[in-house]
């Protein structure tokens, strides 16, 4: 079993949609999650941190964590054309020895269609 | 301030070389960390130094090596390099006080390909 998944997609939605990412993870001690978006080519850039279980807001981007569930998600409204990129759920379970070890899923290939 | 640096940013390799891959972090952050990604694995984690120590490791073969200096830059080595090896390997920094519970940045990557 994957530590972290998620859909691979290709999540297609409307420009000005809500779009709605979602990942689940397995180890119950993780404590920080977070979401990269990465364009082709380029490195991952940090969209998303949450620690606490509820909803974080951050312009349009909302992160959804619920510890219990091992399920975090993004919701982006408003979608435009320039967050079209693949989307990578990221859980640190380096939290045991200390430090950061970042487990990544496989990433979510998101498409906003004009 | 200025972003996490990585050099070379393109390097071409052929198998049984080795190669050193260096990584500058954001000024006043201890932490560096290494990833590795490729089409078919994904982004995966290599390792982790802190205060010139490995701190965490992942599950990598021991032709994968780090270090890092006093002034928290750090290298990545890879000996005997393997077609496998062909990846973005990529750095990434963080303070390295938050207990795990800080955000790492990524720098633009080093290509690595190996003929």
């Known amino acids: 079993q994957k530590e972290v998944e998620q859909n691979s997609g290709p999540l297609s939605v409307p420009e000005g949609a809500i779009a709605s990412l979602n990942c689940t993870y397995s180890d119950r001690v993780s404590q920080s999650f977070f979401w990269y978006r990465q364009y082709s080519g380029k490195s991952p850039e940090l969209i998303m941190s949450i620690y606490s279980n509820g909803d974080k807001e951050d312009g349009r981007f909302t992160a959804q964590l619920n510890k219990a569930s091992q399920y975090v998600s993004l919701l982006i409204r408003d979608s435009q054309p320039s967050d079209s990129a693949t989307y990578l759920c990221a859980v640190n379970s380096g939290i045991t020895g200390g430090g950061n070890k970042l487990t990544f899923g496989t990433g979510t290939q998101l498409k906003v269609e004009l | 301030k200025a972003g996490v640096t990585q050099t070379p940013r393109y390097l071409i390799k052929t198998r049984g070389q080795q190669v050193t891959l260096s990584c500058s972090p954001i000024s006043g952050h201890r932490s560096v960390s290494w990833y590795q990604q490729t089409p078919g694995q994904g982004l995966q984690f290599l390792f982790e130094?802190?205060?010139?120590?490995?701190?965490n490791k992942g599950n990598f073969p021991g032709r994968f090596s780090g270090r890092q200096f006093s002034n928290s830059r750090s290298e990545m080595n890879v000996s005997t390099l393997e077609l496998g090896d062909s990846a973005l390997y990529l750095c990434?920094?963080?303070?390295?006080?938050?207990?795990?519970?800080?955000?790492?940045?990524f720098g633009p990557g080093t290509r690595l390909l190996v003929l």
């Open positions: 990434a920094s963080s303070s390295g006080l938050a207990g795990g519970l800080e955000t790492q940045y």
């Open positions: 130094y802190f205060s010139e120590t490995q701190r």
